[in-house]
C-alpha cells in the first residue's frame, strides 16, 4: 500500500509554482458533480495539490475535506472556511466509513495503487455516493506557429522525461478499471487568457520539464520561449488557451 514514505512524490519542489501557474477547472464541471449528488454535507478531494478543486467544491457541500501526501503542495493551498486540508496519502484517509457524499480526484489518480485507493473509496463514500476522476488533456494555444512549437516541446522535448504514469493521463484514464457503474458525463474544457509570462510559468510546472531539468542540466523553456518570440512577441498580449477535461464518474450502488 502506498504510504506518505512510498508515494511518488514529483510536485513537492514545485508547489509554489503549481499554485500560482496551474489552469482552473470550469464552475460547470463543480455544479455538475454537485448536481448528482443527494446529500451535500461531506466532499473528500483527494491528491487536493493546491486546492484549486477543494475551493470550488467548497461552494457546493457544507465541508469538503482536501488531503495531499504532499506537505509543501498542502502549506501553499488556498485557504477556504469550509475546507479542511490535511497531509494524507490517497489509500488512507483517515476519513470515517460512510461519511462523504463526494469524492474528487483532480489529474492525479495516475499516481495511486488503484486497489488500494478503490477500497478506501468504498469505505468512506455513502451509498449512493459519487466518484469523480479526470485529468486535462495536452493545451492547444491560440495561434498555429505557437501551438505547432508547443506540441513539439511536449511531445518530442519533454517527451521522453515524462514518467511512464504520463500515458495514462493522455488516455484519459481509459486504459484504468473503474470501481462503480459509470455516468455518462457531458463534456467539459478548460480555457484561460495568458500571457506568454504565465504560460511558460506553467511549462515548468509539468514533471517532464522538471526532470529534462534534473537530468540535461538547463531549462528547455528558455529555448521555447526563443522560438515563440518570432510569432508572440509582446510578452504582455494574451491568448485564448483550451485543455480537454476527460472525465469518468461513477456512482456507488
Not at 135 to 147: A, K, R
Not at 186 to 195: G, H, T
Amino acid at each position: 500500500m502506498t504510504s506518505l514514505m512510498t508515494f511518488k512524490d514529483h510536485f513537492s519542489r514545485l508547489a509554489a509554482q503549481y499554485s500560482a501557474f496551474r489552469p482552473s477547472y470550469p464552475a460547470a464541471l463543480f455544479d455538475y458533480l454537485a448536481g448528482l449528488c443527494a446529500h451535500r454535507g461531506v466532499a473528500w478531494d483527494c491528491a487536493c495539490g493546491n486546492g484549486q478543486a477543494s475551493v470550488a467544491l467548497a461552494s457546493h457541500f457544507e465541508q469538503v475535506i482536501a488531503t495531499d501526501a504532499s506537505a509543501q503542495q498542502i502549506a501553499a493551498a488556498a485557504p477556504n472556511q469550509r475546507v479542511a486540508y490535511r497531509v494524507a496519502a490517497a489509500e488512507q484517509s483517515a476519513l470515517a466509513p460512510g461519511s462523504v457524499d463526494l469524492v474528487t480526484v483532480a489529474q492525479a489518480l495516475h499516481w495511486f495503487d488503484l486497489e488500494a485507493f478503490y477500497r478506501e473509496v468504498r469505505r468512506v463514500l455513502r451509498p449512493s455516493g459519487v466518484l469523480a476522476v479526470w485529468v486535462y488533456g495536452t493545451l492547444h494555444v491560440e495561434g498555429d506557429v505557437t501551438d505547432r512549437l508547443l506540441q513539439e516541446f511536449y511531445n518530442e522535448i519533454t517527451g521522453p522525461y515524462w514518467p511512464p504514469e504520463r500515458r495514462l493521463v493522455d488516455d484519459g484514464y481509459r486504459s484504468l478499471s473503474f470501481p462503480f457503474p459509470e455516468l455518462d458525463p457531458p463534456s467539459f474544457r478548460m480555457q484561460e487568457r495568458w500571457d506568454r509570462t504565465h504560460l511558460l510559468g506553467f511549462l515548468r510546472t509539468w514533471s517532464g520539464t522538471a526532470r529534462y531539468v534534473e537530468q540535461v542540466g538547463r531549462d528547455p523553456v528558455e529555448e521555447l520561449e526563443r522560438r515563440i518570440v518570432g510569432d508572440w512577441s509582446d510578452p504582455r498580449s494574451q491568448r485564448l488557451i483550451t485543455w480537454p477535461l476527460l472525465l469518468r464518474v461513477g456512482r456507488r450502488p
